[in-house]
């Protein structure tokens, strides 16, 4: 495999993944770069091979233009019997290494959701979908992360048998399996509406406008709370604005939490909401049983929000978020139950560890056959 990056989240999956690929004598090697663009936390007790690549970024006209040193070359010298790589046009040498791997007749497949950063897709769109068309009429497979992403790729004319939907997930196995669902569900959805947000604090979360709303809301009689947990660029201004607003005492941005800590303020919420670009932090909130209230993310949004919660169509339209809220609130106690109860059973009929490992093999089967 060949990644931009390597974050700490794929641990789980990766090790999984090669467990199952060392039952079939097949080893799994992942090389990969990194960024300054946000902290990576390093994997640690990691079951599956890596190699870092020394990584150089350069800003032109708004976009980055990434490269891995030697990579190519490394690919070479590896000589695997098939490749998947997250492919980003911006990251130069992955065009290298699948330009080789269609040289070469390596089977290849492409790991992707399809989104792209709305302001990129006004500048550089039409071009980078040219270079995204041409890599993927020529990939062996398709690893889709959602339904959305498959349906795209077919409107591409590219057959369906070679699109496998391996939805993109987080180990959900392991934290439901971490806590008592009924007895959490006893705490839930009474006086007052606890509603949480984890994730990276970036603009494109559009956290100002989901406090703005729920500032007015509380203010309008209904009870209500927002904890905002993690840290990023605009922890500042996110505290700088809560200190604006009049009902600032039941709005909280605490920063970053991780384990036991991060686990009890899912446990202690009713309603998770993600009014902004995300995707993997709405598998953790309904691992937990929350109902959702969110954009479709990076696509996987439009397969996990089905009568659950509501799925956002703007990000950050002010509007959108208070009618979903306001629509929340005034559900009976046994409606935003139901809702609970459907959020656990979408994840464990679509988004587990073991659903994901499953489809991935699939794909490689594939192109091993080849």
Known sequence: ???????????????????????????LMIFHGSTKKKVIKEIENKKFKTRYFETTERTLGGFTITSLKNLTKAVKEYSPDCLIT???PATISLIRVLLYC????????IWSCGWVRPSLAKTVGGIREKILLYFDKRATAHIAYHTQRKKYLISKDIPSDTIFVAQNT??????????????????RFNNTLNVL?????????YLEESMNVIDKLISSGISMTFTIIGGGSI???LKAHRGTLPNKENILVLGPKYGDELKSYFLQSDLFLLSGTGGLAINEAMAYGLPVISTAGDGTGYDLIKNNGYLLNEPGNEAEIKAALED???????????????????????????LMVKNYMQAIDMMLKK
Request: glycine residues 2%.
């Open 1 to 27: 495999m060949v990644l931009p990056t390597l974050p700490n989240y794929r641990k789980d999956f990766f090790n999984a993944l090669s467990a199952e690929l060392a039952e079939k004598n097949i080893e």
């Open 86 to 88: 997250l492919f980003n």
């Open 102 to 109: 269609i040289k070469k007749r390596i089977p290849y497949a």
């Open 170 to 187: 987080i180990d959900t196995e392991q934290i439901m399996q971490s806590y008592h669902f009924e007895e959490v569900s006893r705490r």
């Open 197 to 205: 947000f984890v994730g990276a604090l970036i603009k494109m979360k």
């Open 235 to 237: 922890i500042d201004k």
């Open 328 to 354: 929340f609130a005034h559900l009976s106690r046994n409606q935003k139950l139901q809702m609970s109860e459907n959020s656990l059973a979408i994840i464990k009929n679509k988004a587990t560890n073991s």
